[in-house]
């Protein structure tokens, strides 16, 4: 799947170590309510079971690619796949800064998108934000999600606790 300058692909046993580097960083933590880190036998496993289909699994993880850099920027998940009520939540993570706040999760968002309504054929998309993060905020709203409604006090966070805001998309 491409976008612009942007391609959605499958994971590969080279990602490994990119894998192990994202999810074993603490300052995503939150984002994703990882507690503790992943091991690297934990993920070839993973990478192993990742050719399974997102109606086996209820989710899937693709990587983002710069085209023309030829370089793995980040990820796009599918996750809580509901084929009977046609829908799915979304993630996604830049995870190289130098290609952060440049259009290309919007890209990767875009891209993901069509491919949740036409190919799989969903009827909306959902994602949970926590309240601090504005500039996903800003990225979902500017695709066309709306804030649907709010978790008060959803994420014990080291200062507090933090509300998280749901965000949908639904296809007219």
């Not at 894998?19 to 074993?24: A, G, I, M, T, V």
């Not at 690297?40 to 086996?56: A, D, M, Q, V």
């Not at 969903?122 to 500017?142: G, P, R, T, V, Y």
Request: one cysteine or more; proline letters at 2%.
């Amino acid at each position: 799947m491409k976008y612009k300058q942007i391609s959605l692909r499958a994971l590969e046993p080279e990602d490994l170590e990119l894998l192990y580097e994202w999810e074993n960083n603490d300052a995503y933590w939150n984002l994703s309510n990882t507690l503790a880190p992943y091991s690297k036998y934990t993920l070839k496993r993973y990478l192993r079971n990742s050719h399974k289909n997102i109606f086996e699994t209820g989710q899937l993880r693709l990587m983002i690619e710069h085209t023309e850099d030829k370089v793995t920027i980040g990820t796009i998940d599918i996750y809580d796949f509901d084929p009977f009520h046609k829908r799915a939540g979304v993630g996604i993570l830049i995870a190289n800064e130098a290609y952060r706040r440049k259009g290309y999760a919007t890209m990767a968002l875009k891209c993901l998108i069509e491919y949740c309504f036409k190919t799989l054929q969903l009827h909306q998309l959902f994602c949970h934000i926590l309240a601090n993060n504005c500039e996903s905020m800003d990225l979902f709203k500017k695709v066309g999600f709306v804030q649907t409604g709010i978790k008060k006090d959803w994420v014990r966070t080291s200062g507090g606790y933090l509300d998280e805001y749901i965000f949908q998309l639904i296809e007219n």
